[in-house]
């Protein structure tokens, strides 16, 4: 097999795995920051919720509807982010973000399921499915309330 064969396989059991059973997901009750995203071209639709404690993440869980690519890269943003401070959190909102504008001198630095998200990078038309929850969790960082949305 390839590596980009590999890659794609990869990312299609990994998709199907977390969207099958989310992790840490429903309604945080205690959170003290939340933000709503929503992607108009799928109709995704995913709530992220911290409670920080100070600069680091204590908890992260997220709710919603949408897509199978859309529910998986929530799913394994709140396992990624889980206990690392904001900046961590950022620099791997960085990473996915990278990885989703593939260029000539890419560097493959993600890792596990993070990596194997990349794969969706085959499909265009899906990237803003797998990106959701990140620039989601990117607004609740910063404390904002508002809705985010995949457009531009
Ligand atoms: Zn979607």
Known sequence: ???????QE???????????????FGRLEDADRSAEGYNPLCGDKVT??????????DQVTFEGVGCAIALASASIMTEQVGKKTA???R???TEIMQQ?????HQQATAHGDMAALGGVSAYPSRI???????KTLETALNGRSQLTTTEE
Not at 128 to 134: E, K, M, P, V
């Open 128 to 134: 803003r499915c797998a990106t959701l929850a990140w």
């Open 87 to 89: 900046a961590q959190a």
């Open 100 to 104: 989703f504008t593939p260029s000539e």
């Open 1 to 7: 097999m390839t590596h980009a064969a590999k890659l």
């Open 91 to 93: 620099d791997d909102i």
């Open 48 to 57: 992220v919720y911290l409670q920080m404690n100070d600069d680091t993440i």
């Open 10 to 24: 990869l990312y299609r059991q990994t998709v199907l795995e977390h969207s099958r059973h989310p992790r840490n």
